[in-house]
């Protein structure tokens, strides 16, 4: 069974930085599509940084430049870091995963347009993140 477990929320002052973690269990870190989502009351979950099936990272245009993902596949932990922090990166964060997924031309893919909530079947439990001004 895949589990996922964030740690590494809390509250900051703008300008400041955390790293998020999530370690997984019940499957391998490098066969699964990974990701930051985050999500604020009355609105959709949104993708903050994911990895492509390729192993590239795409990343949220308000977070590009001040987040960064990586992660160990030994240690099946994802990790977000998170520099200048703003008062609207508050949130609560969530890690997801998928399996990697064939099209028509059995190419891999994690997404097809943008990544959408939708396309991940595994999430964390969430962290809050609150930065203050």
């Known amino acids: 069974q895949v589990q996922l477990v964030e740690s590494g929320g809390g509250s900051v002052q703008a300008g400041g930085s955390l790293r998020l973690s999530c370690v997984g269990s019940g499957y391998s870190y490098s066969n699964y599509c990974m990701g930051w989502f985050r999500q604020t009351p009355g609105k959709e979950r949104e993708a903050v940084a994911v990895?492509?099936?390729?192993?590239?990272?795409t990343f949220a245009d308000s977070v590009k430049g001040r987040f960064s993902i990586s992660k160990d596949n030994a240690k099946n932990t994802l990790y977000l870091q998170m520099n200048s922090l703003k008062p609207e990166d508050t949130a609560v964060y969530y890690c997801a995963a998928n399996q990697v997924r064939k099209n028509y031309y059995s190419d891999s893919y994690c997404y097809t347009a943008v990544p959408l909530q939708t396309d991940y079947n595994y999430w964390g439990q969430g962290t809050q993140v609150t930065v203050s001004s």
């Open positions: 990895f492509r099936s390729d192993g590239s990272p």
